[in-house]
C-alpha cells in the first residue's frame, strides 16, 4: 500500500474530505490530490502534520507499522456509539476507551481462568 493509498483510507475512515485534510495541514487543495494520487512525495513537515491530523504516527503512516484495516460494523447502534464516542473530547473519550479496555479484560482473564481449569 503506498503512502498516498494509507492518506487516503486514514482519511475516509475520518470522514473527512480531501479539501477539510488539505485545510488542516495548510497545504493547497490541489496539492493534497496530487499527494494522495502518488504524483507528489510531500515534505517532512507536511508528513508530520497529516499524522496529527489522522491521529497516528509518522512512522505508521509511511512504513504502515499499524494495521490499516477497515472495520465494518454490522451492529447500527454500535456503529452509532462508536461515532459518538469519536466526537467527545480526548479526555471524556480516554475514559470510555479505559472502561472499554477494562471489561475486555476482564473478559479475557475469565475465558484464560476456565481454560485453566478444563
Do not use: H, W
Request: proline letters at 2%.
Amino acid at each position: 500500500m503506498t503512502l498516498g493509498d494509507k492518506i487516503t483510507m486514514l482519511r475516509k475512515q475520518k470522514n473527512l474530505s480531501q479539501g477539510d485534510l488539505a485545510a488542516a495541514i495548510g497545504v493547497d487543495p490541489t496539492q493534497y490530490n496530487r499527494i494522495e494520487l502518488g504524483k507528489s512525495i510531500p515534505t517532512l513537515k507536511t508528513v508530520a502534520k497529516l499524522a496529527k491530523a489522522l491521529d497516528v504516527t509518522i512512522d505508521a503512516l509511511i512504513s504502515g507499522e499499524q494495521d490499516f484495516q477497515e472495520v465494518e460494523i454490522k451492529d447500527k447502534s454500535l456503529f452509532d456509539k462508536v461515532k459518538l464516542i469519536d466526537a467527545l473530547l480526548d479526555e471524556e473519550k480516554n475514559i470510555v476507551l479505559k472502561v472499554i479496555d477494562l471489561a475486555l479484560s476482564k473478559k479475557k482473564f475469565k475465558e484464560f481462568f476456565l481454560q485453566q481449569l478444563q
